[in-house]
């Protein structure tokens, strides 16, 4: 059995399976909303929660829309949403960028493997609100415990993720890259990463979520700014709407992140087709 080889589509297949991809994308997204409006209304009538405590859709739409003050609310909520997509993405790059490398690490060296893996599961166990005085000390409030936090948070899963991938890599695959002259290092460049192409993206779609929620923290512990603060300011001064409303918007933009790392995946593997082949 040789090395996977990239079977390249016609552009017609390429073209056709990008719109398949994205009416499921929307379909899905469309889907997954209803269910959480309907669990949502659903909780507020089976837990009897005050209206004053659990608002619902209509309140958030409301609020976002139909008021006179509903401009002022959308400028207000995009301005500290800009803010956490930033923070996330500085966590996400962060954090998946630290995982890549240290995977490349653990699979090819055993001892870097029995030091970086407990490292990361400890990471992975302790609370982040524990770590935060200690981040805060060494990094500073700024990008730093941004960075920190995200890619605490993306760090583990995508690890795991992308190191299980790379050791996709048959005996028989190895075997090929050495018979022809080929080093370990080929073996990594030529088969291991292309196979775990993937789960690569696996690892990216974690990873949105995750970085969202490494941002939120990061917002409320130390940085002061963004929605992650936001919520927390509202909630103490019990503007209840508004917190429901800055919850409903960052979900809504951790799903259509979620969404187009899913998009981006099937394009890319649809356009590069992974395949065994035989030599």
Do not use: C
């Not at 196979?195 to 979520?209: E, G, K, M, N, Y």
């Not at 992140?257 to 899913?262: S, T």
């Amino acid at each position: 059995m040789s090395a996977p080889v990239i079977h390249r589509t016609s552009a017609g297949q390429r073209s056709w399976s990008t719109i398949i991809a994205l009416l499921r994308g929307v379909g899905s997204l469309m889907l997954i909303i209803a269910i959480i409006g309907v669990l949502w209304v659903g909780l507020l009538q089976v837990f009897d929660v005050s209206d004053y405590v659990g608002k619902n859709p209509a309140d958030v739409w409301e609020y976002l829309f139909t008021t006179p003050e509903a401009a002022e609310h959308r400028a207000d909520i995009a301005s500290l949403l800009a803010v956490t997509l930033r923070d996330a993405a500085v966590g996400f790059v962060a954090g998946l960028l630290a995982a890549s490398a240290l995977a490349t690490a653990v699979v090819t060296s055993r001892v870097v493997e029995a030091g970086v893996m407990p490292i990361a599961l400890i990471l992975r166990s302790v609370p982040l609100i524990a770590l935060a005085p200690i981040i805060i000390l060494l990094v500073g409030r700024g990008v730093g415990v941004v960075a920190t936090m995200g890619g605490i948070v993306v760090l583990f899963p995508a690890l795991v993720t992308i190191v299980f991938g790379l050791r996709s890599v048959t005996d028989q695959m190895r075997d090929v890259v050495f018979v022809y002259g080929g080093s370990n290092l080929d073996v990594l460049l030529k088969v291991a990463i292309p196979s775990a192409l993937p789960a690569v993206f696996s690892a990216i779609r974690i990873s949105v979520p995750g970085a969202f929620t490494g941002a939120l923290l990061a917002e409320w512990l130390a940085t002061g700014e963004g929605i992650g603060y936001a919520v927390v300011s509202a909630a103490n001064r019990s503007q209840n709407t508004r917190v429901w409303a800055l919850v409903v918007v960052v979900t809504i933009a951790s799903l259509l992140l979620y969404m187009v790392a899913q998009l981006v995946e099937r394009i890319v593997l649809d356009r590069f087709a992974m395949a065994a082949g035989t030599a």
